[in-house]
Nanobody, 123 residues
C-alpha cells in the first residue's frame, strides 16, 4: 500500500522560505510521478507543482520563480522549496502520486495522497 507522509509545514512571515518534504513508501516503481497540491477551506484543491519521470517540472503560474519541486529517488522523497512566500500561499499542502498522468497539475489524475501539512504565511 502506498503511503505518503508530508512534513515541513509551519508558520512563516511573508518573504520567508519553507521546504516541504514528502516521504513515499509502499512502492518501488520508478514509473510513479509526483506532485504538490494545496487547498484552503471552501476552495478546490489546486496543483502547485509536478515532476515527471525525467525530472521535468511544471508549476502553477503564481508560484513560478518562487517554488522549486525536486525529488530524491534514492530516499523516495519529494521536496517543495518555497521562497518569497506570500499570505496567499497559506494552505494545506499535499503531495500525491500518479502512474498515468505524469506532469499533470490536475488533482483528479492522482491516485494516492498524503495527509497534508499546513503552511501559514503572515503579513
Amino acid at each position: 500500500q502506498v503511503q505518503l507522509v508530508e512534513s515541513g509545514g509551519g508558520s512563516v512571515q511573508a518573504g520567508g522560505s519553507r521546504r516541504l518534504s514528502c516521504a513515499a513508501a509502499g512502492y518501488t516503481d520508478s514509473k510513479n510521478c509526483m506532485g504538490w497540491f494545496r487547498q484552503v477551506p471552501g476552495k478546490e484543491r489546486e496543483g502547485v507543482a509536478s515532476i515527471d519521470r525525467y525530472g521535468a517540472a511544471r508549476y502553477k503560474d503564481s508560484v513560478k520563480g518562487r517554488f522549486t519541486i525536486s525529488q530524491d529517488n534514492i530516499k523516495n522523497t519529494l521536496y517543495l522549496q518555497m521562497t518569497s512566500l506570500k499570505p496567499e500561499d497559506t494552505a494545506m499542502y499535499y503531495c500525491a502520486t500518479t502512474l498515468s498522468f505524469c506532469g499533470s497539475l490536475f488533482s483528479t489524475r492522482y491516485d494516492f495522497w498524503g495527509q497534508g501539512t499546513q503552511v501559514t504565511v503572515s503579513s
